[in-house]
């Protein structure tokens, strides 16, 4: 079993009961019964209960007239999604800036926490960027659907009928290999930015390693947008229409 940290123990110790009657209740059992909460669930559960309480105070104070610094932060990032969402997606892109504004925010998080000594960043275990993938690979499925009906289907055809036996099975496997892509990508650079500045806390005084969570704080921020962005032009081809 790996060492748990200390928000990780807290959880086992009052609520391991609880999760190992759930698993069990679906088949489900723990590696370890005793810990069946891994750390990268604990710092999820985490970061979830943080973004709760920063929306339920910023909704608290929302003001027209004087606005604080986190109802400006929100709107800056809102204002920037969805400036971007209408740039790649086009007309009706505010449908899709709610959840586009809410993955960024979660994934950066989840990197930025990682900082903060006892935490470690939950995207630096593959189970969590997948997650991300698979939830945004159906949300933008089901948009197409929902925006094309069985036109959308039609998209992974071809435009006549004698290709779709050859074009259908490579739709199918390029969209899946966007699941791999946003996985990967999140993963290995987060996972790498953790390691390096594992590493230099333990060789260097304290100033060496500032250097890489900086570092580590610019990868955030590069790979949250680029898988925000991502999910914007998968959006953008399932719900446009041919002129």
């Known amino acids: 079993m ?120 939950p995207t630096a275990i593959p189970s969590v960027p997948l997650g991300c993938a698979l939830v945004t690979w159906f949300y933008y499925h089901y948009q197409g659907i929902r925006e094309k009906r069985f036109g959308y289907i039609k998209n992974f055809m071809g435009p006549m009928p004698a290709v779709a036996p050859l074009l259908l099975p490579i739709e199918i496997f390029s969209h899946l290999a966007r699941v791999m892509s946003l996985t990967i990508r999140l993963f290995a650079n987060m996972f790498a930015g953790d390691m390096v500045t594992l590493v230099f806390f333990s060789l260097f005084p304290i100033a060496v390693p500032v250097v890489f969570m900086l570092l580590h704080v610019g990868v955030s921020f590069i790979q949250t947008y680029i898988f925000v962005l991502l999910a914007t032009v998968y959006i953008s081809e399932a719900v446009s229409h041919e002129h």
């Not at 060492?3 to 679906?26: D, H, M, P, R, S």
């Not at 504004?101 to 994934?107: D, H, K, N, P």
């Open 2 to 121: 790996h060492e748990q940290l200390w928000i990780t123990a807290l959880l086992n110790k009052y609520l391991a009961g609880a999760v190992n009657a759930i698993l069990g209740a679906v088949h489900v059992h723990a590696r370890h019964p005793q810990a069946p909460i891994p750390n990268y669930v604990a710092m999820q559960l985490l970061v979830f209960t943080l973004l709760v309480l920063a929306c339920i105070l910023v909704r608290s104070r929302l003001s027209v007239e004087s606005p604080g610094a986190l109802q400006h932060t929100m709107e800056a990032i809102d204002g920037f999604v969805g400036k971007q969402g209408e740039e790649i997606i086009g007309h009706g892109s505010e449908r899709y800036t709610a959840y586009l504004t809410c993955l960024g925010i979660y994934i950066l998080t989840c990197c930025l926490i990682g900082l903060i000594p006892g935490f470690e960043a």
